[in-house]
């Protein structure tokens, strides 16, 4: 039965050309844009993480209430002792101390007069003892011009900053910013070489130095602006993360205490938890969309289709088939349709995503004016997951598109059907 | 004798017009006891963060409010950084680096070695008489003392606070508390004056309390130890040359 219907279908141009063209495409436009968000997704949380919020991240709470400010005034003092502990209490996570800092970078003309001055976002890093964080930021694929510093006192500066002061490798630079007491500090530093991380947000203006020399320079020895914790799996787990963060604050954060630590989830921190439940809800919202549009289109299709096939159904009714299984039957063909059109768009769609997951989109010009740290090349995401939410709702609607229009089936009299075969 | 009747009446509304004086009077007299020609003054600056204490010492020099030279003698890790402002514009020496910086743009509104005072606060140069229209909202006794409250409303657009409130010592003419407001009417910072001398023929208080309202922490005391009004200050002082002397 099942073959008989198949053959019926294919060999029947205007039964399964319409719906099976409106299927793939819909399928195909689907999976690629699951696979969009979800690269999209991935990207953000991979930068994040890498730059600014680690996988849990902590601060002291009076630090946490002003997080986007990062206000190492703020910083956590004297930690050295309570992180020895907590990287043993918690040996699943890497331990990472970072100062983030803004300064003034103060370009000095040969008379030692200010030639140009630009703000800078400061990155203190562990250059010379943790390669995992060299490698965690790709500061060697990320070189543009010069080498990474090689001894205390140089430093990194972001291609486009380096380009629009006018600055190359070996050029010597005052960097100004302020104590973690609030006092005014300067310290010179030479530039070992130039980056691009391929991060806009980043790229205008960031600088990488070493933590030591930060330190030193912020009076911040022995304190910590930020310690960022990764998985050492390289993964962000946000179930395993929440246990992490309610056993943490539940032994070490005091509410009565603002410089007692914190740990802060990444979903916790700035705008990152409402953008990341954004982007899910987005694929749920997509695919449902898609689904609901797919059905009325198909059902309109069936409609026609309907019509075409007023008499066939007549007949096939007139000769004693029941509405049921004439029913069934466009049922099973709408199935045949969904399946052969979702099959065919998730070949499209994982084709098409494949490519650009390999080549990646050039996103440069609209990160430009966007505030969130994304890659300039945005590699699409493709998971099983996503292909089966492309596919299953092909069936579905047009299973369900079917569905409806074949209702007429049951509206038509057996008494009348030889007087509308006649006409 | 029209004459000795004018006189007679002038003489008599003195005492009104000294009971009564206008607003712009009473700013006119709180600029000439605040105002110098030239000073010398080797203060403290105790910075309350939300965290620590600090204490700065100082020694300035100033010529009007147009030049001001500044060093700070201690502690150890702020000693030797000099501050010059010549007009509008301004100069850090920083002895570490052997590097004078130009502050300007939107590093004017950081705060003075982690105090409560910007080094736009520092900039402000013209008399208050010049930058505000003021009128006298009322009377108030604030710390013991009676004062005018002034409303200040400024008729520049240059100026780092739309608004301020001004208690002034009915008395002495000195402003015992200020309050310094953004043009959206929101208070920026407090200032609360205390410890009036009489220096050189003039009022002049001695210890401040500077507040910034959008900050935590207990404000900056600012206290002058020791102060020279008009002394002969030698012209060198104020040029770029002393910043590396």
Redesign the interface.
């Known amino acids: 039965m099942f073959k008989f219907l198949l053959k019926g279908v294919f060999r029947d141009r205007h039964r399964w050309l319409f719906p099976t063209l409106i299927v793939t495409s819909a399928v195909g436009l689907l999976i690629f844009a699951f696979a969009f968000l979800e690269g999209f997704k991935n990207s953000y949380i991979r930068q994040s993480s890498r730059f600014s919020s680690g996988h849990l991240k902590v601060v002291s709470r009076a630090y946490a209430e002003m997080l986007d400010l990062k206000p190492y005034d703020l910083a956590l003092l004297d930690v050295s002792d309570d992180l020895a502990a907590w990287k043993q209490e918690y040996p699943q996570l890497e331990w990472v101390e970072r100062i983030n800092f803004g300064a003034l970078l103060d370009v000095p003309d040969e008379t030692g007069e200010t030639r140009v001055q630009g703000e800078v976002l400061g990155f203190a890093i562990d250059i010379f003892n943790s390669p995992a964080e060299l490698k965690r930021l790709q500061l060697e694929s990320s070189l543009d011009q010069g080498n990474l510093p090689a001894k205390p006192g140089e430093i990194l500066l972001s291609a486009l900053a380096a380009e629009k002061m006018e600055l190359k490798p070996g050029d010597t630079v005052t960097l100004m910013g302020s104590t973690v007491f609030g006092a005014m500090t300067m310290r010179n530093f030479t530039i070992s070489g130039t980056v691009e991380f391929g991060v806009y947000t980043l790229d205008r203006s960031a600088l990488v130095a070493d933590i030591a020399d930060i330190s030193e320079m912020l009076d911040m020895s022995g304190a910590s602006g930020e310690i960022l914790c990764f998985f050492k799996d390289g993964e962000y787990n946000l179930r395993e993360a929440t246990k992490i963060a309610d056993t943490f604050n539940a032994k070490y954060s005091d509410p009565g205490d603002e410089f007692s630590p914190q740990i802060l989830r990444l979903n916790d921190q700035g705008n990152l938890g409402p953008i990341l439940k954004m982007l899910d809800y987005s694929l749920l919202w997509m695919a449902l969309g898609f689904s609901a549009v797919l059905a009325i289109v198909l059902w309109n299709a069936g409609l026609l289709n309907g019509i075409r096939r007023y008499g066939e159904f007549g007949l096939r009714l007139a000769i004693g088939e029941s509405k049921r299984r004439v029913y069934g039957s466009l049922l099973t063909e709408a199935f045949i349709i969904g399946t052969v059109g979702g099959v065919l768009g998730a070949a499209i769609g994982t084709g098409i995503s494949m490519y650009f997951n390999t080549k990646g989109m050039d996103m440069s010009i609209y990160n430009r004016s966007a505030s969130m740290m994304t890659e300039n090349y945005l590699y699409t995401s493709i998971s099983p997951g996503s292909i089966i939410a492309g596919f299953v709702p092909a069936i579905l609607s047009t299973v369900c598109g079917a569905a409806l229009a074949g209702i007429a089936i049951f509206k038509r009299e057996t008494s009348q059907l030889f007087k509308e075969l006649e006409t | 004798m029209n004459k000795i009747v004018l006189l007679l009446c002038l003489l008599l509304a003195l005492p009104l017009l000294a009971q009564n004086p206008s607003a712009d009077e009473i700013l006119r007299a709180v600029d000439s006891n605040m105002i110098t020609k030239t000073s010398q003054a080797r203060t403290r600056m105790i910075?309350h963060?939300?965290?620590?204490s600090?204490t700065?010492e100082l020694i300035s020099y100033s010529e009007g409010n147009a030049k001001a030279y500044s060093e700070y003698l201690s502690p150890p890790?702020?000693k030797g950084?000099k501050m010059l402002k010549l007009g509008d514009d301004l100069w850090?020496y920083?002895p570490?680096?052997?590097?004078?910086?130009?502050i300007?743009?939107?590093?004017l509104k950081?705060?003075?070695?982690?105090?409560d005072l910007s080094y736009e606060d520092m900039m402000e140069e013209s008399h208050l008489l010049e930058s505000y229209s003021a009128t006298v909202k009322g009377e108030i006794t604030y710390d013991g003392r009676d004062c005018w409250i002034l409303e200040l409303t400024a008729n520049k657009a240059d100026v780092s606070y739309h608004k301020r409130k001004l208690y002034v010592d009915k008395q002495r003419y000195v402003s015992l508390w200020e309050e310094w407001y953004a043009k959206s009417g929101k208070l920026l910072k407090t200032v609360k004056s205390w410890d009036v001398k009489r220096i050189d023929n003039r009022w002049y208080p001695t210890k401040f309390l500077f507040k910034d309202e959008l900050k935590q922490g207990k404000g900056t005391q600012y206290f002058i130890d020791e102060i020279k009004i008009n002394p002969k200050l030698p012209a060198y002082i104020f040029s770029k040359a002393m910043l590396k002397k």
């Open positions: 910075v963060g939300r965290r620590a600090r700065l890790r702020e950084t850090i920083d570490g680096t052997d590097r004078s910086i130009q300007s743009g939107n590093m950081q705060s003075v070695m982690g105090s």
